[in-house]
């Protein structure tokens, strides 16, 4: 009885951190992807900014990126916990 408990807490740890998982990379996905856009909207309606706009975007999706990133490593170590 208590293997078969042991077998299913270590199965939810597992699921949980793959949805966590989940869910990070698609919260990831699309605040890049909103980033994206409204930094092509700005350049669209003031091109002579555009180097200024294109600089804090990449500055704002590697951010992003970078939390998204830690975001997995925490669902993976609780995975292999």
């Known amino acids: 009885m208590s293997t078969t408990m042991l ?5 939810l740890g597992l699921l949980g951190a793959g949805i966590g998982a989940g ?3 698609l919260a990831a996905g699309l ?3 909103k ?3 409204a930094a092509m909207e700005a350049i669209a309606r003031q091109p002579e900014a555009s180097g200024k706009i294109q ?3 990449i ?3 590697a951010l992003i990126e970078g939390v998204a990133l830690f975001g997995v ?3 993976l170590l609780i995975a292999t916990k």
């Open 7 to 11: 077998l299913m807490d270590a199965s």
């Open 73 to 75: 490593l925490v669902c």
């Open 59 to 61: 500055i704002s999706a």
């Open 35 to 37: 980033i994206g856009s």
């Open 31 to 33: 605040g890049i992807g």
């Open 23 to 25: 869910v990070v990379a």
């Open 55 to 57: 600089t804090a975007m």
